[in-house]
């Protein structure tokens, strides 16, 4: 197959200054690249994105197998743009294989169509969409799901456009856009289920589990993830929002691994009736005054740390900043090396 490629240019004063920031940003959440003095060439599933310098600012590229993966490869660059030259260097004009088209290739629209609580805290809402095949992935759980604005019957869709960027809705009929992870996907029947945190704070993800009714509609685009290394040792943790992948890994880690497991729920009542794999070892952690959400867990993994550590895996997802002092921990403090752990901010305390 004929590689698809774009390309668009950005006029930018200090391109220096935008690799510095990208390179940083790649090393700290270790993601593999090239670079040398002109260019960061990251390679992504389905292709390959760069960044070089050109003689006004910025070219990129993007260079994929198929429409699909170009896409998704535009909107990662676009998200680099907006993180280190300022949302207002978008929208960028690409030139090559770019259509405009009705959706997006990975975007479906999903309705409820089951409503189950797990706990008083944790909401499954079953959607159901079609053609779901390409949420089927091994590696990649994570959907961004679309939360139109309350009351919309008929909600508007971000659609791509002829220069390959994203007609939005008005604002007012904009979807809100988060992070969930597909606990069970059935792609003969079409259906995904999602296990919500029903948080106190209010959010649109949040809200929209806790007030869902059958037939209600979302977007759901990805899917998008990382899978973990193989290792005889795994170490994971994590609070609600990543139970569902948590329960996943732990149904696809091999029997010959040891793997220990924390969950944190605020409370005993807030614990789930999982199905658990022999060889993993589960332990749930209810929050303690004192302690910021998350903090207990990234204690429990420094404290079970091996003394040998050449064959360990860490997979962490938690608070934002607790997630941020644990991976700096486990590179600098426990010599973990790239490929060795795993460890994300799944949502950020406001206050912390
Ligand atoms: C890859 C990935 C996968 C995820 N999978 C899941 C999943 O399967 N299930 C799930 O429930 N979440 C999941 N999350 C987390 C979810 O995206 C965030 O919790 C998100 O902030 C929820 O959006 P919201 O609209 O409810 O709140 P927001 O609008 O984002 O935030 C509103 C307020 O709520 C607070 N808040 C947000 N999340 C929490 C929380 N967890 N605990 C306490 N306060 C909170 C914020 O601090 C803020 O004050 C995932 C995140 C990522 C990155």
């Given at each position: 197959m004929?590689?698809?490629?774009?390309?668009?240019?950005?006029?930018?004063?200090?391109?220096?200054n935008f690799q510095l920031r990208l390179r940083s940003f790649l090393d700290e959440y270790d993601v593999a690249y090239r670079s040398d003095e002109r260019q960061v060439a990251i390679e992504l599933p389905g292709g390959e994105a760069r960044f070089s310098v050109s003689r006004v600012g910025?070219?990129?590229?993007?260079?994929?197998?198929?429409?699909?993966?170009?896409?998704?490869l535009r909107s990662i660059i676009e998200h680099y743009v907006s993180l280190f030259a300022g949302e207002n260097a978008l929208p960028l004009h690409w030139h090559g294989d770019v259509v405009a088209a009705p959706t997006f290739a990975n975007f479906r629209e999903m309705r409820v169509t089951r409503i189950e609580d797990l706990s008083p805290?944790?909401?499954?809402?079953?959607?159901?969409?079609?053609?779901?095949?390409?949420?089927?992935?091994?590696?990649?759980?994570?959907?961004?799901?679309?939360?139109?604005?309350?009351?919309?019957?008929?909600?508007?869709?971000?659609?791509?456009?002829?220069?390959?960027?994203?007609?939005?809705?008005?604002?007012?009929?904009?979807?809100?856009?988060?992070?969930?992870?597909?606990?069970?996907?059935?792609?003969v029947s079409g259906e995904v289920e999602i296990d919500f945190l029903l948080h106190d704070a209010p959010g649109p993800g949040g809200d929209f589990a806790r007030r869902?009714?059958?037939?209600?509609?979302?977007?759901?685009?990805?899917?998008?993830?990382?899978?973990?290394?193989?290792?005889?040792?795994?170490?994971l943790a994590g609070d609600e929002t990543a139970i569902p992948a948590i329960t996943r890994l732990m149904e696809m880690l091999p029997a010959s691994a040891h793997v220990e497991a924390w969950l944190e729920v605020e409370s005993p009542v807030d614990a789930l009736e999982l199905?658990?794999?022999?060889?993993?070892?589960?332990?749930?952690?209810?929050?303690?005054?004192?302690?910021?959400?998350?903090?207990?867990l990234a204690s429990a993994v420094v404290e079970s740390m091996p003394v040998?550590?050449?064959?360990?895996?860490?997979?962490?997802?938690?608070?934002?900043?607790?997630?941020?002092?644990?991976?700096?921990?486990?590179?600098?403090?426990?010599?973990?090396?790239?490929?060795?752990?795993?460890?994300?901010?799944?949502?950020?305390?406001?206050?912390?």
């Open positions: 004929t590689a698809q490629r774009c390309e668009a240019t950005l006029t930018l004063t200090d391109v220096n910025l070219h990129v590229e993007a260079e994929a197998a198929t429409r699909d993966g170009l896409e998704t805290s944790i909401r499954r809402l079953t959607l159901s969409g079609e053609n779901l095949a390409r949420f089927d992935h091994p590696e990649e759980w994570h959907v961004r799901l679309h939360f139109p604005p309350v009351g919309i019957e008929r909600p508007q869709w971000p659609r791509p456009t002829a220069e390959g960027g994203t007609q939005w809705p008005p604002e007012d009929q904009r979807a809100e856009i988060r992070y969930y992870t597909i606990r069970r996907l059935d792609v869902a009714r059958s037939g209600d509609i979302c977007g759901m685009a990805g899917p998008y993830g990382r899978g973990v290394a193989p290792a005889s040792h795994y170490l199905s658990v794999p022999d060889h993993c070892d589960v332990r749930w952690r209810y929050r303690c005054h004192g302690y910021a959400p998350s903090e207990q040998a550590r050449d064959d360990l895996f860490v997979w962490f997802a938690g608070e934002a900043d607790v997630s941020q002092r644990l991976r700096k921990r486990l590179k600098q403090e426990f010599g973990l090396q790239k490929g060795q752990h795993l460890v994300t901010g799944y949502w950020k305390r406001e206050s912390a």
